[in-house]
């Protein structure tokens, strides 16, 4: 059914060419030219597409097609046609046919070579797309464009750098901010720095990245662990504080180092204050528990049980109904442990199944926390799920 319709969609094309053709022909020369050029590429083209050789078939057609200002956006319309259909390689030959035609105005070539680099990045021809995006860049045409299509690219090759110089002159030019994916950029930078132990340009990295969007939670993040990493906890702790100014939906990123670091540095006090702060004044669950445990580690069981309980009368959470389980757990026997038992093991389930971070763009639902979307590639999208079974 396809065929058909890239046939008759060709045979449209090449019978518009003729006629136009026709028309400027003298009255003598219509018929042999109708018998002898027409006729024989079309019978030739729907014998091979027939026969169920459409590659071939192609060639005939676009032979057929004369490229001028009237069919350019006939032989653009069926490599974009081919490219949607996951045909790369035939969408490609099209688009070069057009590109090797000398008549072809500056604007035309300049859409061609825009189609063709599309063609090789949806094929997976990184490096062939990319120079046809640069030279775009540098002729003025289509800039912003290929500026957006090399961003694509060079995420895609992970080589940040060129990401980051391409954003910059892409926000430049358009005036769409780009301060949270360049953030994020020099983030990923961090985190191969990390990886290899350079602590120092790590650093250097999330200066930068805080620089460009001071509300970049995965730079603090990422500061705090080198801090902590380096044995420096009170850095690490004045670090993760910053958190609650950038976006308190990220506390329960924070708390289990700051508890640790908290511990590391026998401050369990100020911890608990802390905790207790952030529970009182935003509400989530996270920090709740956290200070539960502080209380539990003090043997302060009943103010922990109390403090979940009117969490839970005021904002319901599977999370901590597990944990209010747990505290009464140790203090029953018989039947009402058995009941609490079996509550138990469904919270478990319940907490065990869910999935605790969403993309706020697509819905997109993953377990551990990503910076960067793989369904829509937005950054900093994914963020902890709030309500009932999250946060």
Not at 8 to 16: C, E, F, N, R
Not at 270 to 275: I, S
Not at 362 to 380: D, I, N, S, Y
Request: proline share 3%.
């Amino acid at each position: 059914m396809e065929l058909v319709l890239l046939f008759i969609l060709l045979l449209v094309a090449a019978a518009s060419g003729w006629w136009l053709a026709r028309r400027n022909m003298s009255p003598s020369s219509v018929s042999a030219h109708a018998n002898q050029g027409f006729s024989a590429d079309y019978f030739k083209g729907l014998n091979l597409l027939l026969n169920e050789q459409p590659d071939k078939a192609i060639d005939v057609f676009v032979k057929m097609l004369q490229v001028d200002n009237d069919t350019v956006e006939t032989h653009l319309a069926l490599g974009n046609l081919f490219r949607s259909r996951g045909e790369g390689d035939r969408a490609i030959r099209i688009h070069q046919n057009l590109i090797a035609r000398p008549t072809l105005s500056k604007e035309q070539r300049a859409l061609a070579l825009f189609e063709l680099g599309q063609d090789y990045l949806r094929a997976g021809f990184l490096g062939q797309a990319e120079t046809l995006f640069l030279e775009l860049v540098e002729q003025s045409a289509y800039r912003a464009e290929s500026l957006e299509k090399l961003l694509d690219i060079y995420q895609q090759e992970k080589a940040w750098e060129k990401a980051i110089d391409v954003a910059q002159r892409y926000e430049r030019l358009t005036g769409k901010r780009m301060n949270s994916d360049v953030a994020h950029f020099y983030c990923e930078l961090g985190d191969g720095f990390y990886a290899n132990g350079e602590y120092k340009a790590v650093l250097k990295m999330t200066r930068r990245a805080l620089n460009v969007d001071r509300r970049c939670v995965r730079a603090t993040l990422l500061q705090a662990k080198v801090e902590k990493t380096n044995g420096d906890c009170k850095a690490a702790i004045k670090s993760l504080k910053q958190v609650e100014e950038q976006d308190p939906d990220f506390f329960p990123e924070i708390v289990a180092p700051l508890l640790a670091c908290y511990q590391s540095l026998g401050k369990n006090t100020e911890a608990e204050h802390y905790l207790g702060h952030l529970s009182a004044k935003y509400g989530g669950i996270t920090p709740l528990l956290g200070l539960a445990d502080l209380l539990r580690q003090r043997g302060n069981e009943r103010e922990a049980s109390e403090r979940i309980v009117k969490s839970l009368s005021e904002r319901p959470s599977v999370r901590g109904l597990d944990h209010l389980i747990e505290l009464h757990l140790a203090d029953s026997e018989g039947v009402a442990r058995e009941n609490l038992l079996i509550l138990k093991r469904l919270t478990r389930r319940l907490l065990e199944e869910k999935l605790p971070y969403r993309c706020g763009k697509c819905g997109f639902k993953v377990k551990v926390l990503q910076w960067h979307c793989p369904t829509c590639k937005e950054w900093a999208s994914i963020r902890p799920v709030q309500g009932v079974i999250g946060e």
